[in-house]
């Protein structure tokens, strides 16, 4: 089963949106991929919902987000939009 993973360097998410509200019980919660320079409030309000782990400084680093999502989700294939 594909498992759907955000990227984000501000986290400018809301934590109440459905893909965080509707997780299927008994998985783990969605990965939130984001920068050490995001904002410390909207981290700790997106950590109730998510797993959020830093993949840069100021600007996400790709290479390491890649591994990653190959780390947590198994992700062999990547599909990205935005």
Known sequence: MPRLAVVTA???IDPGQRL???APPGEPPPPVLTTTAADAGRRKALARV???VEVGDERVDWVLALRTLRELAAAGVVLCEG
């Open 10 to 12: 501000s986290l400018q």
């Open 20 to 22: 965080f509200r509707d």
């Open 50 to 52: 998510a797993e959020v």
